[in-house]
């Protein structure tokens, strides 16, 4: 016998699907600032959208627990967190500074895309950079999912309703029987054993 708790899964449904709007809309933010050591650098975190378009909820119903996951390209939790250090290949880079259109140099000039020598010299330095120094974190996960945990303090109003909406049930789980209208629970008395 379980609880039915459909409103607590109607509530943690809609969170995760706010959750993940939330989590798209970051990606594509373009006033995130990064703080490197040569300069702060603002910009979004997508260059062609991959991120955005593979982020989905995945649902899962086991015994009685309904399990929201939030998954896309596995890059993410490295941009979010960041990294000691990450080997990306330079022919990766190449294609992601063109997808970053308005590609700037260290000096604020932007990149022609079509001067190829250009852009696989800048690709083979990133490529070395993220080798010795990694990822600088973006937070862009980390700080929504701290902003939105505060939501889940209201998850006692739907756990609240599904156990009115299914009373019977929670009593008979705890022990209590119902006879016609009426619920009672049979206790027993445990006489002290040592008694003389």
């Known amino acids: 016998m379980s609880f039915k708790l459909e409103n607590t899964e109607k509530y943690l449904r809609e969170y995760t699907k706010s959750l993940l709007e939330n989590a798209i809309v970051e990606i594509a933010r373009k006033d995130r600032t990064r703080n490197y050591p040569s300069r702060p650098v603002t910009t979004n975190i997508t260059a062609s959208g991959s991120l955005q378009e593979s982020l989905k909820i995945v649902e899962k119903q086991g015994n009685s627990v309904l399990e929201l996951n939030i998954e896309g390209n596995s890059y993410a939790e490295q941009i979010d967190e960041g990294t000691n250090s990450t080997d990306v290949s330079k022919d990766k880079l190449i294609q992601w500074i063109k997808n970053k259109r308005g590609f700037k140099d260290l000096k604020g000039n ?62 008979k789980k705890l022990g209590y029987k119902k006879t016609n209208n009426t619920f009672s629970i049979v206790t027993k008395r445990i006489s002290n054993v040592n008694n003389n």
């Open 110 to 171: 932007i990149i022609n895309l079509n001067n190829i020598s250009k852009i696989s010299a800048i690709a083979k330095i990133i490529s070395k950079s993220l080798k010795l120094k990694g990822i600088y974190p973006t937070r862009f996960l980390s700080d929504l999912v701290e902003l939105k945990f505060k939501e889940l303090n209201n998850i006692d109003q739907p756990i609240v309703l599904d156990i009115e909406q299914d009373i019977d049930n929670v009593l």
